[in-house]
C-alpha cells in the first residue's frame, strides 16, 4: 500500500487578470511623499524578503513565496534578473516591489506590489505605484503585472487608472498548505 505525501491544503478559487503596459507614462510621476523614500537592494536576505512578503501578503492570501524553501528564495533573490525595491518612512519598511526582468523579450514583470498594512490608505498608493513602475521601464520594452481577486480591491483598478491595460483573466485554484497558517476569506474558498 502506497502512501500519499499530499500535503493539506485549502482550495482558495481567484481570478487573475493578467495586464501590460506598452509604453511608459506620458506625464510626470508625481513625487512620493515626505518622508518616504524609496531604496534598491544591493542583496536582499532571505529572512528580510520573508517579512516584507510576508507582512504585504498576509491580508491577500500571498502564499506562493511563503511555501518556498529558504534556498529557493535565495536562488530567487540572487538572480541578476530579480530586484527587490523597498519604499522606507522614516527608516522603517512602508512597502516593496520586486521586478523581473526577462532580457530576451525586453520585458519587466511587476512581480509583487505592496504596502505595509499600516501604509495601506495613507495616500502613498498612486505615487508608489508609479515609482515602480517608472523604474520596470528602465530598459524595457514593455511591462506586465498581474492581480487576483484576494488582493486588495482597489488593486486592479489601481492598475488600470496607472495606464495597464487588461489582456485575460483566468479562473485559478491554488492550493494553498494549511501549514502556512493564512487566513482565507469565505469568499474565496471552494
Not at 506562493?64 to 527587490?84: H, K, M, Q, T
Not at 523597498?86 to 520586486?98: I, K, Q, S, T
Amino acid at each position: 500500500m502506497a502512501l500519499s505525501l499530499v500535503e493539506p491544503a485549502i482550495r482558495v478559487v481567484v481570478d487573475v487578470t493578467f495586464l501590460r503596459m506598452a509604453a511608459p507614462p506620458g506625464d510626470v510621476a508625481p513625487p512620493l511623499p515626505a518622508p518616504l523614500r524609496l531604496v534598491k537592494l544591493g542583496h536582499c536576505t532571505v529572512p528580510f524578503y520573508r517579512y516584507l512578503y510576508n507582512t504585504v501578503g498576509q491580508d491577500y492570501v500571498w502564499w506562493l513565496r511563503r511555501a518556498a524553501s529558504d534556498g529557493e528564495l535565495a536562488a530567487i533573490l540572487g538572480d541578476p534578473a530579480v530586484s527587490i525595491h523597498v519604499l522606507y518612512r522614516d527608516g522603517e519598511p512602508a512597502g516593496f516591489f520586486e521586478l523581473e526582468r526577462r532580457a530576451s523579450t525586453g520585458t519587466t514583470n511587476i512581480a509583487y506590489f505592496g504596502l505595509l498594512p499600516h501604509m495601506v490608505g495613507k495616500g502613498a498608493g498612486a505615487a508608489f505605484l508609479r515609482a515602480a513602475i517608472d523604474t520596470a521601464w528602465e530598459g524595457a520594452s514593455l511591462v506586465t503585472v498581474n492581480t487576483c481577486t484576494a488582493d486588495h480591491p482597489r488593486a486592479l483598478p489601481n492598475y488600470q487608472a496607472a495606464g495597464f491595460t487588461k489582456l485575460r483573466t483566468v479562473l485559478e485554484v491554488w492550493p494553498v498548505p494549511v501549514r502556512l497558517g493564512l487566513t482565507v476569506p469565505d469568499r474565496l474558498l471552494a
